[in-house]
């Protein structure tokens, strides 16, 4: 017979909460503690997707819509990938929108004269990595403020296009050249192509999760996980369906999409990646425990400035021409699409595929004011409120996060 004294003493059975419980409060938490990271701006471009679809009459959600609000971004989400580069060290680069049309400019003068396709690409990208070069030199050696260097470089890149191109705009008719934005990725490539993609991701979310449990670091939930490969696993067949739907997958978000995944497995799982984070993260501390500050950023900003010469070359592809005047809202929307996608101004914190999230939200939205014949007086306007709360949420977040010690 058990005792009273002995049957107190035992411990109680544990209390098994159901799963969505234990999500229920997962999700609590994070919202307490600000920590929701891209799920607002996910339900903030479902938001928008869902309004144009009702208002646009069905027309948004079409193929041939959707294929070319990827052809729209595609530009975007070079001078993004390049912002958001930029940004994770807490400086900025103005000269992004200059650097793209230069570039641009210069495949097309090339090629018009005579020169291969091959020669027109290559000297474009030179262009780009010279003139990052130049930038990372002046910040990163000489220490002047990235501000005045990039500020300085588009005043100064903006006459370097007008001399190129005096007579306002030349063509471009290289086909190759031109096939880059305008070809697409046809049946049955277009099918089998994302099928190792969409593998590899799901393997490599499975790898870094054992890998983190074996170390004794703290992981996402397990739930989360299944979630997000879900989602990405389901977004790519809606895609996949919706492109076939049309002509295929265009050639431009293929190279878009390479360069996100190059970019992020860099700075996910590479020292380099790390170091860009620690530097963004605090300077001094990254300096102080030996990482070479000055050849980080230098370096960055010759990634920044080679993104920036790709989206030009998709940009003069797709227009088939290179013109003297530049986009006056290209830069705008490239550092909105890397902050409205959750990188933060101050550096240290963000991820590559804001870009993704950013672009589609800046090009939705002017897709789909496009398509209820609204003027520029009205995309502008709302893609500076859409900024301004991105812009709010992030300091936001960083303040709670500096009251709470994080």
Avoid at 43 to 49: E, G, P, R
Avoid at 257 to 264: E, K
Avoid at 371 to 397: F, H, P, S, W, Y
Wanted: proline share 4%; with cysteine; glycine share 10%.
């Amino acid at each position: 017979m058990t005792s009273p004294s002995s049957a107190e003493s035992a411990p109680a059975a544990p209390k098994v909460e159901p799963a969505s419980a234990g999500l229920l409060q997962t999700l609590g938490d994070r919202l307490r503690r600000g920590e929701l990271g891209q799920l607002p701006v996910v339900l903030t471009l479902i938001l928008i997707f869902i309004f144009f679809e009702i208002t646009s009459g069905g027309i948004f959600f079409s193929p041939q819509n959707l294929s070319n609000l990827i052809l729209q971004i595609a530009t975007i989400g070079f001078l993004g990938l390049g912002a958001v580069l930029v940004l994770l060290i807490a400086e900025i680069d103005l000269s992004l929108a200059a650097v793209s049309s230069l570039c641009g400019a210069v495949l097309v003068v090339l090629s018009a004269n005579g020169a291969s396709a091959l020669v027109a690409l290559i000297s474009a990208i030179v262009v780009g990595l010279v003139i990052g070069l130049i930038n990372g030199m002046f910040i990163s050696v000489l220490r002047v403020p990235s501000f005045i260097v990039t500020l300085a470089a588009l005043i100064g890149y903006t006459g370097v296009l007008i001399h190129l191109l005096p007579n306002a705009s030349i063509r471009l008719i290289d086909p190759f050249l031109t096939g880059i934005a305008t070809n697409y990725l046809t049946f049955p490539w277009d099918v089998l192509l994302p099928i190792p993609l969409i593998a590899a991701y799901v393997v490599l979310q499975l790898w870094t999760r054992i890998r983190r449990q074996r170390a004794g670091l703290p992981q996402s939930p397990l739930w989360e996980v299944i979630a997000r490969t879900g989602a990405v696993v389901l977004i790519s067949v809606i895609a996949l369906i919706v492109f076939e739907s049309y002509r295929g997958i265009p050639y431009s978000a293929l190279i878009l999409l390479t360069a996100l995944l190059i970019f992020w497995l860099i700075m996910r799982f590479t020292s380099f990646g790390r170091h860009v984070y620690a530097v963004g993260g605090n300077t001094e501390a990254a300096r102080r425990a030996g990482i070479g500050v000055v050849g980080i950023r230098v370096t960055i900003f010759i990634l920044a400035s080679t993104l920036a010469a790709i989206g030009g070359i998709l940009a003069s592809s797709r227009a088939i021409s290179a013109s003297a005047q530049i986009n006056p809202t290209l830069l705008l929307d490239a550092i909105a699409a890397a902050v409205i996608g959750g990188v933060s101004l101050f550096g240290g914190r963000g991820s590559v595929w804001a870009v993704v999230l950013g672009s589609l939200i800046i090009g939705s939205l002017e897709n789909g004011l496009d398509l209820l014949n609204q003027g520029t007086d009205v995309k502008l306007m709302v893609e500076g409120v859409v900024l301004l709360i991105a812009v709010t949420a992030d300091a936001i977040v960083r303040r709670r996060n500096a009251a709470s010690g994080r």
